[in-house]
């Protein structure tokens, strides 16, 4: 069982889930003090979440409760294959890829994959992918590409790895590569942030046809962090460099960079994650009955005229 933890801006309500626990565990709840507590919580959680800042919304993308890809997949194909290995050097544990049944349709899964305690962590790498990582996932996609299966890529990831041995095994051409490959991918294309999108280590499994986000998560060209420490030489400055970055889902949807907000439930995916799922598929299944009826031919032109028209550049005599 995954220990509860609550952010600085979710403790408010945190005695309200210890009461609840407490009568529920009683051999005879009073259920209509039950039925009050939960309203009460109910409605703080919704008073609190609706007033979120960009920091607070990163914050709780990074949530060690909330649920990572494997447990979607898990969740949705419960026939799911895992394949593994890059073919030229070793498997990578920071990206689950295989293929499985999707309700009536048979799809290839990609989904960057962190740990629930330092264990699990230490084996996925955090969720920072390696060169490995993006060759097995494009050898994947290619494997989805010959059998005609849409595919569906969970970005949740800090970025790509930055060790001297990613450097070494190519990890800038890797990323480069899946980039140029993803683009011309005879498939369906369906990306999916379900937690953080950063850099090029979400990029390199995240062209595609849609670009879904989770209703708390971020995407961006560099964390806030990281932002914080180029631009005001202070990390601890993120909250001001998330507000300047706008990597929310609400943000990218009025750029054009989301296609489509995933809502989840009152609170965030980590409370209530069969609600969440539910929401997930429901939007995916959407998504992929629209583009099987593209033809295979229409998928790099279409790609090419979506990502032309996220930049703009004005003239000036």
Known sequence: MIQKYYLEFEKPFKSLDEEILELESNHNPDQKLLT????????LIKKIYSRLSRWERVQLARHPNRPYSKDYIEFFSPDFIE???????RDDPAVVSGIGHFDDFKVA?????KGRNT???LYRNFG???????????RVMKI????????????????????????????????????ITMSGIEVPIISVVIGEGASGGALGIGVCDRMLMMENTWYSVISPEGCASILFRDAKRAEDAAEALKPTPKDLLEIGICDRIIEEPNGGAHRDFEASCNSLKNVLLDEIKKLSSVDKKDFLQNR???YAALGFFEEIS
């Open 144 to 179: 989805a590409e010959k059998f005609n299966l849409p595919i569906i890529s969970l970005l949740d990831t800090i970025g790509a790895y930055p060790g001297i041995g990613a450097e070494e095994r190519g990890q800038g051409e890797a990323i480069a590569k899946n980039l």
């Open 109 to 113: 899964w990609i989904g960057q994959q």
């Open 304 to 306: 090419i005229e979506k």
């Open 83 to 89: 394949l593994h290995g890059d073919r030229y050097f």
């Open 119 to 121: 264990k699990e962590n």
């Open 36 to 43: 009050k507590q939960y309203n009460k919580r109910s409605e």
């Open 128 to 138: 920072m992918m390696r060169p490995e990582g993006y060759r097995k996932a494009i």
